[in-house]
């Protein structure tokens, strides 16, 4: 046995240390939220018409912050960004059987958030390079039936918006950008997120930023942020329009964000720009580290994108490498290497799609007189998110640790190490991979 043995085949680990966690919330968020304790008031918000309908003054300096940072004329928070997804499709007056374009490649709440007023999610494959919503395949899925596309800017870099709002232009159909892993991301010059008719963030725990749980959604169109307004708080008990497109959707949600949250969330703010720095230092560092070996794809940045790495995804090519993919991974592992995942999501595989059983069990909405057609879901349906999922892709959430030089370049020793010892491997998980 010597040093270049790898570990899962007896040999001493290259990571014999843990990494430190990135813990982001300092001083300045303990004494935020301190005073606001002491204050006494933990959320301001009435349900009721006036002032307080728009929450207490850390809620509207945390959206006044958000407004001039992200350059828009509306920021709306939210106590997460599904309730932000979910006050977003209402806003945008979707009917029941409605068609909504998003991606399967994305955490549930972007499609389920479409279900919530009986729209119907109607997944797009991806492209298999930035894992985003491939507009290629988008305009083949519009029916008279669709209203809107859903984009989410996955593992940290924009959706291809110029292509998509094209589309979305040709069709009248309105655009909507989960942001929610890609908080300080550009496209062409502008922060992702900003370039729909809606977009917005999530400050959950995962997150580049966060309050714990939380969210913001961002608009430049008024109606639009009016309505999400109205959602966010019990929009019932003060509506007054009597025209249905004003009335519709406006369901009596709770979706307000507290005082403490929202402090928190304003400081973190100040955050991003250095934190996504410290990101792109390391997978940058990363990238170059891992360049050249064999039959393993390294994250791409689309022309005009920048990427803040909320995962570094990776490919690996099994019959180039020899090895298939859930044997790479364990010997990876067995070096100190954490943060790897096998494959990512593929909504249109979960059994609340396959099974189409959301709203009781009589297959609601999918079979409500209100649809025009019968979109189903299974195997097949994305095979470039499928092949992905099933075969190449595994997700790195490296850059979620604080790591320094040193330590990427320990990452990246434990990567040629199993590189160069692969061969001994054997095809151990292959069925499972
Ligand atoms: C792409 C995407 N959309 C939506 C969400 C939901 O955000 P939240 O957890 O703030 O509700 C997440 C969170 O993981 C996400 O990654």
Redesign the pocket.
């Known amino acids: 046995m010597n040093e270049s043995t790898l570990a899962v085949l007896g040999g001493s680990p290259i990571i014999s240390r843990p990494f430190a966690p990135f813990v982001s919330v300092g001083d300045e968020e303990a004494e935020a939220a301190a005073a606001v304790i002491r204050g006494g008031v933990l959320s301001a918000y009435i349900g009721a018409r006036g002032e307080g309908f728009m929450g207490g003054p850390q809620v509207r300096a945390l959206e006044a912050k958000a407004e001039r940072y992200f350059g828009v004329r509306h920021a709306i928070a939210v106590n997460?960004?599904?309730?932000g997804?979910i006050a977003a499709v209402g806003a945008l007056g979707i009917e029941p059987g409605d068609e909504v374009i998003t991606t399967p490649w994305?955490?549930a709440?972007?499609a389920t958030a479409i279900l919530h007023f009986n729209g119907i999610p109607v997944f797009c494959d991806i492209d298999p390079v930035t894992f985003n919503i491939d507009p290629a395949k988008v305009e083949a899925l519009v029916t008279p039936r669709t209203r809107a596309i859903i984009a989410?800017d996955?593992f940290g870099q924009s959706a291809d918006m110029r292509a998509l709002r094209a589309i979305a232009d040709r069709h009248g159909l309105k655009l909507v950008s989960?942001t929610?892993?890609a908080p300080g991301a550009l496209y062409h010059g502008k922060p992702a997120g900003t370039l729909a008719d809606i977009g917005g963030y999530?400050?959950?725990y995962?997150k580049h930023i966060h309050c714990g749980?939380?969210?913001i959604l961002v608009t430049d169109d008024d109606r639009l942020a009016q309505r999400m307004r109205l959602l966010r708080n019990h929009a019932e008990a003060v509506i007054d329009a009597e025209s249905p497109a004003e009335l519709c959707n406006m369901l009596g949600f709770n979706f307000r964000m507290g005082e403490i949250e929202a402090a928190i969330a304003a400081i973190q703010l100040d955050k991003l720009q250095a934190r996504v720095q410290s990101r792109q230092r390391a997978a940058d560092r990363l990238r170059a580290g891992l360049q050249g070996l064999e039959g393993l794809g390294l994250p791409d940045v689309a022309e005009g994108n920048t990427h803040v790495y909320y995962v570094f995804g990776l490919t690996l090519d099994p019959l180039t490498i020899g090895v298939d993919r859930a044997t790479l991974v364990e010997a990876l592992r067995a070096e100190g290497v954490t943060g790897l995942g096998i494959g990512y999501q593929n909504l249109h595989l979960l059994p609340l799609f396959r099974h189409r059983i959301a709203y009781g069990t009589a297959g609601f909405p999918w079979t409500s007189p209100h649809t025009s057609r019968d979109v189903t879901y299974g195997a097949g349906l994305c095979p470039v998110a499928e092949r992905l999922h099933h075969e190449t892709f595994v997700s790195f959430s490296v850059c979620h640790a604080e790591l320094g030089d040193d330590d990427v370049d320990l990452v990246v020793a434990a990567f040629r190490k199993v590189w160069a010892g692969r061969h001994l491997l054997g095809n151990r998980h292959r069925r499972a991979a």
Do not use: C, R, Y
Request: charged share 10%.
């Open positions: 997460s960004w599904t309730s997804l994305t955490m709440a972007t989410v996955i989960d929610a892993q999530s400050f959950n995962h749980e939380g969210g």
